[in-house]
């Protein structure tokens, strides 16, 4: 993962201008170098369609898999910008994760030589608590609530580890624009972009990818009904951080960061709203019309398009499907 010194220096300004969720750092500059960092070590994920899907929802959907993305997510991205973008003498990072960005950051890590550490909820889905010990990270738990969560992520800070936060982080969401960056050159033509949002690095990647892009599209997201507090914070104007969270999506729960609110509220058109049975839904018809296994994070996508059919009626319509590491025993007790 050596980098150029050009490359290296316009991560060191990053870096530096990441120190303050207020700075106001060049998007554009960011999310270009983001692209030239991450060759050769992402896969360009295909773009699926389904003509069966396309008749039953209404409308004309190109599937961005993420889900082949390695290490099962479109967070492999953000965190190997980040690990690429480390000061050089870096001998660790740490983060918090429901899973997919513990295992990412993880085999980043690796890749540099470097250790990682990951706080991980005490009721994480035990398939990506593997993953993350499989791809070199060393699990830290917690109790399964933001707070805990983020005092565990300080404490490791404080030892001396170098944080990479799952989506709170520049260098990490111009990681994951670069996913919207490929969509968008596949297919020009798109009315809109649909992706779950969560923390928010996937959705906030996706509105600076449009940006750059300079693409008349819209963009919006999708989120679990039991984890709305996107859905909250744009109505209100600001950041809501104390809703309960309840939702099978693991990989929603988390809290909108300080830097994806701020691109959200200048770029994004609109939270939508879908609920468990609908997300299961989702999943079953996401495996039957493309045989394509997808975690019900990934799925809220398709179960907002079913939900609100005049949203999306007759549009096309890209769609970013964030992952597949699922806990498929459980899925299928939930589906039958």
Request: net charge neutral; glycine share 8%.
């Amino acid at each position: 993962m050596a980098m150029s010194d050009g490359l290296q220096h316009a991560a060191d300004k990053m870096s530096t201008s990441d120190s303050s969720p207020d700075a106001k750092p060049d998007h554009r500059a960011g999310v270009a170098a983001a692209i030239h960092a991450l060759q050769g070590l992402i896969h360009r994920t295909p773009v699926m369609t389904s003509s069966s899907l396309d008749r039953l929802l209404g409308c004309h959907m190109l599937f961005k898999c993420e889900h082949l993305q390695r290490t099962g997510a479109f967070k492999f991205r953000g965190a190997c910008n980040a690990v690429a973008n480390l000061p050089q003498a870096t001998a660790s990072v740490c983060t918090h994760s429901s899973g997919n960005h513990g295992a990412a950051l993880a085999a980043a890590a690796t890749a540099r030589g470097i250790s990682a550490h990951i706080v991980m909820p005490d009721n994480a889905v035990p398939a990506k608590i593997q993953a993350v010990r499989a791809y070199g990270g060393q699990v830290h738990f917690c109790a399964a609530n933001q707070h805990a969560r983020e005092t565990a992520f300080q404490n490791l800070i404080e030892q001396g580890h170098h944080a990479v936060p799952p989506y709170d982080d520049w260098r990490v969401i111009y990681g994951q624009a670069t996913a919207t960056i490929e969509l968008l050159q596949h297919s020009s033509d798109l009315d809109m972009v649909l992706a779950p949002v969560g923390g928010g690095g996937l959705i906030s990647g996706a509105c600076l990818a449009v940006q750059y892009v300079q693409a008349n599209v819209a963009v919006l997201a999708a989120e679990p009904e039991g984890a709305a507090d996107a859905h909250a914070s744009m109505q209100a104007g600001k950041r809501i951080t104390e809703l309960p969270v309840n939702t099978i999506a693991d990989g929603l729960r988390a809290t909108i960061g300080h830097r994806n609110f701020a691109v959200m509220q200048q770029h994004l058109q609109q939270v939508l709203l879908v609920n468990d049975e609908e997300i299961l839904q989702a999943t079953a018809l996401v495996w039957r019309h493309m045989k394509q296994l997808i975690e019900p994070s990934c799925a809220t996508v398709v179960a907002a398009i079913k939900r609100y059919p005049e949203v999306f009626a007759q549009q096309r319509v890209g769609i970013l499907l964030s992952g597949g590491n699922v806990n498929v025993e459980r899925l299928i007790q939930a589906l039958v």
